[in-house]
């Protein structure tokens, strides 16, 4: 699910699902997370560039697995899932985000993790979890506003609509853009930039970004778990697998 690959200083990982366009199941999930863990003590990895496998970057979360039926059972996914945003964001390690085509729902989510995006010029990004009955998570609500500000952020979020690059790159979601097909390249050079430089400043910077994103995860916590179960999220899940549009009820 994720291909590692040592470029110098630099730790490469692709997201390895392009047939589902990377969507970002919990196995991808805890796999990044035991990643992001093993490599803290390793001083010879200086700087992670993140990419999708294929055309895409990620679309998201896997809808397929999504199937929780206990508030119990959805805290779980959410305690899992939050070790993996929590390994990323207070990671000492600086995160490159290489993005071409669709960056959206929770692969967003991963995106704004890391601490540079580089785009393609023809990349899109959604924050799409209200067209499944859903509101942003792993981080999105903390990260998002850092990024771009809480009134931007508010439009992306509620209404769900695509963002082309040069756009995202106009509000501050993303921070260079490159010729399609480009993103990974450019992304390394970024990195390979973050490797030659002062480890300990950039940790210790890294840490105070990263202030506040436990209490936006306690929040989705309790929040997501009531959403998951809810019947506007079971017909937005059943209408995205059908491709039709949802009818929602707010219940």
Avoid at 88 to 115: N, T
Avoid at 129 to 135: A, E, I
Avoid at 176 to 193: H, L, N, V, Y
């Amino acid at each position: 699910m994720i291909i590692e690959d040592r470029k110098g200083h630099v730790l490469v990982l692709t997201l390895d699902n392009a047939e589902r366009r990377n969507a970002l199941g919990m196995e991808m999930r805890i796999a990044l997370q035991q990643i992001f863990e093993r490599i803290e003590a390793e001083a010879d990895i200086r700087a992670v560039v993140i990419k999708g496998a294929g055309a895409h970057f990620s679309a998201g979360a896997d809808i397929t697995g999504m199937n929780v039926t206990t508030a119990t059972g959805a805290r779980e996914r959410f305690r899992i899932s939050h070790k993996m945003v929590r390994g990323l964001v207070k990671s000492s390690k600086p995160i490159v985000a290489a993005v071409e085509g669709w960056c959206v729902g929770a692969g967003l989510s991963l995106a704004l993790c890391c601490d540079t995006i580089v785009a393609a010029s023809d990349s899109r990004f959604m924050a799409s979890f209200g067209k499944v009955g859903l509101m942003g998570d792993l981080g999105l609500l903390h990260t998002l506003p850092a990024r771009i500000g809480i009134g931007r952020a508010r439009q992306m979020v509620l209404y769900g609509n695509p963002m082309p690059a040069d756009e995202a790159e106009r509000i501050g979601l993303v921070d260079r853009i490159s010729e399609p097909g480009k993103a990974f390249d450019d992304a390394m050079t970024a990195a390979e930039q973050l490797a030659t430089a002062a480890a300990l400043p950039i940790a210790l910077s890294k840490d105070f970004f990263a202030r506040g994103i436990d209490l936006s995860l306690d929040v989705e916590r309790e929040y997501q778990p009531m959403l998951l179960l809810s019947d506007d999220h079971r017909e937005g899940k059943t209408a995205f697998l059908e491709k039709r549009a949802a009818e929602f009820k707010g219940r």
